[in-house]
């Protein structure tokens, strides 16, 4: 991975987190052209989602907020933040072991001779 500005190593792009295997059905190329896409690309997409949902829904947002007692924003804020974070998990060592190909060497040192103990997502 080339180095960003200032010499510094781009940490979140090599992190994977969804590959071809589990593109759905769809043309991997188009979808994944690096071959997989990174962690943090993945969580900003589903906050993006889950907020764009709420906001497309008013009447749901408005039902939502108000059971928590909160305003309608914040509410479409905290649901999109939680969402986003739903995955993060795939930054630790054990998922990342799932695809040895895809290991961060550069982040991570090198791959793991074998299984990661502990749970891996």
Excluded: C
């Amino acid at each position: 991975m080339p180095p960003g500005e200032g010499g510094r190593v781009q940490i979140h792009p090599q992190f994977w987190a969804k590959t071809p295997a589990s593109a759905a059905g769809r043309t991997a190329e188009k979808l994944l052209p690096a071959g997989y896409k990174p962690v943090l690309h993945h969580l900003l997409d589903v906050a993006a989602v889950a907020n764009t949902f709420l906001l497309r829904n008013p009447a749901r947002l408005r039902r939502e907020a108000a059971l928590l007692g909160i305003a309608d924003e914040d509410y479409a804020n905290l649901a999109a933040f939680l969402a986003g974070v739903h995955d993060l998990g795939k930054f630790s060592r054990p998922f990342q072991a799932k695809r040895i190909d895809l290991w961060a060497a550069a982040v991570l040192g090198p791959p793991p001779a074998g299984p990661i103990e502990g749970v891996n997502h």
